[in-house]
């Protein structure tokens, strides 16, 4: 059981390039999500998605962009890296919504932009 | 928005007991859940309250209430290997899908 799987585990990127971190569970998941951790400052939801065609922003979406074509696939595009960009990047997904469900979350992508 | 606190650091000894405190502001409260985290690694889930009272499971246990704000994580006969980051979140059905929002994290350091 693979549960959710992240890719790449580490990436070096140069201001200015843009990235795809790739996001996939095999738990039949219908809510998937993306953080961003930065040293002192918790988990921070950038995008997640409700069921496949469905995303929405959380509380620091600029700079990045989503999409959900299938239930299984939910991948992080950078388009223009920036410096501040630069953190560990964690997704994690939940069956839905209901208030005792736990979300799983992947092995966390670590990002530095030079 | 959220407003999720708990203490940035704390040390505890090796055997001893230590509870971590966690206070939060929410307006659709659905849930508190707390979260262990080791250095370089994903957080693994602990503890889940949605109805005051204590939940203890093993040497950990979890405390909520909710017109307080206010939960605690407890944790008994310290290991070495507790020496982590422990993150208490909250589901929130006013916000953002009813998606988790961390708090900054208690980085737990145990000593012998």
């Known amino acids: 059981n693979a549960g959710v799987t992240q890719t790449p585990k580490f990436q070096v990127l140069k201001t200015g390039q843009s990235m795809t971190l790739q996001c996939a569970q095999d738990m039949n998941h219908e809510y998937m999500s993306w953080y961003r951790q930065d040293p002192g400052m918790g988990l921070r939801l950038i995008h997640y998605s409700v069921g496949a065609g469905i995303t929405d922003q959380g509380e620091v979406p600029n700079g990045y962009n989503v999409s959900r074509s299938t239930t299984e696939d939910f991948p992080l595009r950078l388009l223009s890296a920036a410096p501040s960009q630069t953190s560990v990047y964690f997704c994690?997904?939940?069956?839905?919504?209901?208030?005792?469900?736990?979300?799983?979350f992947g092995e966390g992508s670590w990002l530095t932009v030079v | 928005g959220q407003n999720i606190d708990q203490p940035t650091e704390m040390t505890a000894t090796e055997g001893a007991i230590v509870q971590i405190n966690c206070t939060y502001q929410?307006?659709?409260?659905?849930?508190l859940f707390w979260y262990q985290q080791h250095a370089g690694e994903a957080p693994t889930f602990l503890s889940y309250n949605v109805l005051d009272g204590l939940e203890e499971k093993g040497r950990f246990s979890s405390f909520l209430s909710r017109s307080k704000g206010y939960s605690y994580l407890l944790l008994k006969e310290l290991q070495m290997k507790d020496s982590a980051s422990y993150l208490c979140?909250?589901?929130?059905?006013?916000?953002?899908?009813?998606?988790?929002?961390f708090g900054g994290g208690t980085r737990l350091m145990v000593k012998p």
């Open positions: 994690a997904s939940t069956i839905d919504s209901s208030s005792g469900n736990t979300i799983y």
């Open positions: 929410t307006s659709g409260f659905n849930g």
């Open positions: 979140a909250v589901r929130d059905r006013d916000n953002a899908g009813n998606m988790l929002t």
